[in-house]
């Protein structure tokens, strides 16, 4: 079983949707969530970053956590054609002195005008 | 500010020749980061860096080498390049710290013929 599973998509919707996207992990150790954005052709930047469990929200996006189910998503209200990307989540491993993350694979999601 | 930047930004090689990465950050960040990127394998760590003068091992070493010498400079080698060194290359950087935020450069296009 991978550490991080993702579901790569690609997921289509139309703008003014809600997207869920959604990332499950398998070590209950882990607390520090991230969920990194990434246009084409450029690299990945980080989109928001949640602790332990429960919700986070900035402006049009919220990270939820259910630590109980190892499971992260990342809600997109009222999406716009902008918010064409693939996301990534992400999860520090802690492990010692590096702080290498876990990258799940991606979910490419395409927002249609 | 520039943040993280990468040259060059597209190279075509053919198989055994070598060549240089060069990864650059001006914000003071301790740790550097070196990864490919590969459709459906995700993001996957080359090799890194805690410190000036140290490198460490990441998931896909093999094939490559890299330096340290200078804080902001983090360079990646490939001394005999193969086809399957085809990819996109990025370089993060980050201060030590639970979250460890990673920012990322653009990204090098490498193509090995």
């Known amino acids: 079983q991978k550490e991080v599973e993702q579901d790569p998509g690609p997921l289509s919707v139309p703008e003014g949707a809600i997207v869920s996207l959604n990332c499950t992990y398998s070590n209950s150790a882990f607390q520090y969530f991230m969920w990194y954005r990434q246009y084409s052709r450029k690299g990945p930047e980080l989109l928001m970053y949640t602790y332990s469990s429960g919700n986070k929200e900035d402006g049009r996006f919220t990270a939820q956590v259910d630590k109980s189910s190892k499971y992260i998503s990342l809600f997109i209200r009222d999406s716009q054609p902008s918010d064409s990307a693939t996301y990534l989540c992400?999860?520090?491993?802690?492990?010692?002195?590096?702080?290498?993350?876990?990258w799940g694979l991606g979910t490419s999601l395409a927002v249609n005008p | 500010n520039a943040g993280v930047t990468q040259t060059p930004k597209f190279r075509v090689l053919k198989t055994g020749q070598s060549m240089t990465l060069l990864c650059a950050q001006d914000m003071n960040h301790e740790y550097m980061y070196w990864y490919r990127q590969d459709p459906g394998m995700g993001l996957r760590l080359i090799h890194y860096s805690v410190g000036e003068g140290t490198t460490a091992k990441g998931e896909v070493p093999d094939g490559y080498n890299v330096s340290r010498l200078k804080k902001q400079n983090f360079l990646l080698g490939l001394e005999s390049a193969a086809p399957s060194q085809t990819s996109v290359y990025f370089c993060?950087?980050?201060?030590?710290?639970?979250?460890?935020?990673?920012?990322f450069g653009p990204g090098t296009r490498l193509t090995v013929l």
């Open positions: 992400a999860i520090p491993r802690n492990a010692g002195n590096n702080r290498k993350l876990i």
């Open positions: 993060a950087s980050s201060f030590p710290g639970r979250g460890g935020e990673q920012f």
